[in-house]
C-alpha cells in the first residue's frame, strides 16, 4: 500500500514564529488532506490539497502531486496551534482508504 | 450542512463485556462511512468502511464488526471486549464520488477496556 512519511516527527516553537510540516508518499493520489488533532482527540480538517497550493487565514499548503509531497505553513504561531498535525492521503488505486502518516507533535511555548 | 455524530465521548467497560459505538451523519445521502482506531501513540488504522447499506469492508481481522443498518447510520460492535480493543475510536464519512471535500471525522470515542 501507500507509504506517508511526516517530518519533523516533534517540533517546538516560540510563539510567533514561522514552521513548515512535510508529508511525503510513495504513490500518485486521488485525496490528501492535512487534520489538526486538538487536545480532546478530533480531527479538524485544515486542508483538502491532492495538488496546488490553498491559504487560510495563518495557515496554508502546497502539494507537487508530480514530485509526490505536500508542505504545510503555519506563520505567527499561537499556543492554540499545540497539537498533532496529520498528513493523510487516499491512493489512486486504493479508494476508500485514506492512509495517516504518523503526525508531527507541534508545541508552541508562550 | 453535513454534521457527523458520535456516541458516547468516553467509555469504560470490563474485559468480556459486549460494545456498541454508534455514528450517524446528517445532511447527505448515500455517504461513504468509517471507522478508524487510534491506539496509543499517534498512529490511525482503518477498521472497516461501508460504501452502502449492509455493505462492510474489513481492512483488519480482529475481535470487532461493523453494521450499517440505515443509509447514515454506522455501527461498531464486539460480543467480547479484550484489552487490547482500548484506544480511540473514530468515524468518517466521504462523499461517494467527486472527492472535493476529502474525509469529515467525528468527535471520538475514547474506550478503555479494564
Known amino acids: 500500500g501507500i507509504q506517508v512519511e511526516q517530518s519533523p516527527p516533534d517540533l517546538i516553537l516560540q510563539e510567533g514564529a514561522n514552521s513548515t510540516l512535510r508529508c511525503n508518499f510513495s504513490?500518485?493520489?486521488?485525496?490528501l488532506q492535512w487534520f489538526h488533532q486538538n487536545p480532546w482527540g478530533q480531527l479538524i480538517n485544515l486542508f483538502y490539497?491532492?495538488?496546488g497550493t490553498k491559504q487560510n487565514g495563518r495557515l496554508s499548503a502546497t502539494t507537487v502531486a508530480t514530485e509526490r509531497y505536500s508542505l504545510l505553513y503555519i506563520s505567527s504561531s499561537q499556543t492554540t496551534d499545540s497539537g498533532v498535525y496529520f498528513c493523510?492521503?487516499?491512493?489512486?488505486?486504493?479508494?476508500?482508504?485514506?492512509?495517516f502518516g504518523k503526525g508531527t507533535l507541534l508545541t508552541v511555548n508562550p | 450542512s453535513q454534521t457527523i455524530h458520535q456516541w458516547p465521548a468516553t467509555l469504560v467497560q470490563p474485559v468480556g463485556s459486549p460494545l456498541s459505538l454508534e455514528c450517524t451523519v446528517e445532511?447527505?445521502?448515500?455517504?461513504?462511512l468509517y471507522w478508524y482506531r487510534q491506539a496509543a501513540g499517534r498512529g490511525l488504522q482503518l477498521l472497516f468502511y461501508?460504501?452502502?447499506?449492509?455493505?462492510i469492508s474489513s481492512e483488519v481481522p480482529q475481535n470487532l464488526s461493523a453494521s450499517r443498518p440505515q443509509d447514515r447510520q454506522f455501527i461498531l460492535s464486539s460480543k467480547k471486549l479484550l484489552l487490547s480493543d482500548s484506544g480511540f475510536y473514530l468515524c468518517?464519512?466521504?462523499?461517494?464520488?467527486?472527492?472535493?471535500?476529502?474525509?469529515?471525522f467525528g468527535s471520538g470515542t475514547r474506550l478503555t477496556v479494564v
Open positions: 468518517a464519512w466521504s462523499v461517494p464520488t467527486g472527492r472535493n471535500y476529502g474525509y469529515t
Open positions: 504513490d500518485s493520489v486521488n485525496n
Open positions: 490539497i491532492p495538488s
Open positions: 493523510a492521503v487516499e491512493g489512486g488505486g486504493s479508494n476508500y482508504k485514506l492512509t
Open positions: 445532511g447527505t445521502s448515500n455517504p461513504n
Open positions: 461501508s460504501v452502502g447499506i449492509g455493505q
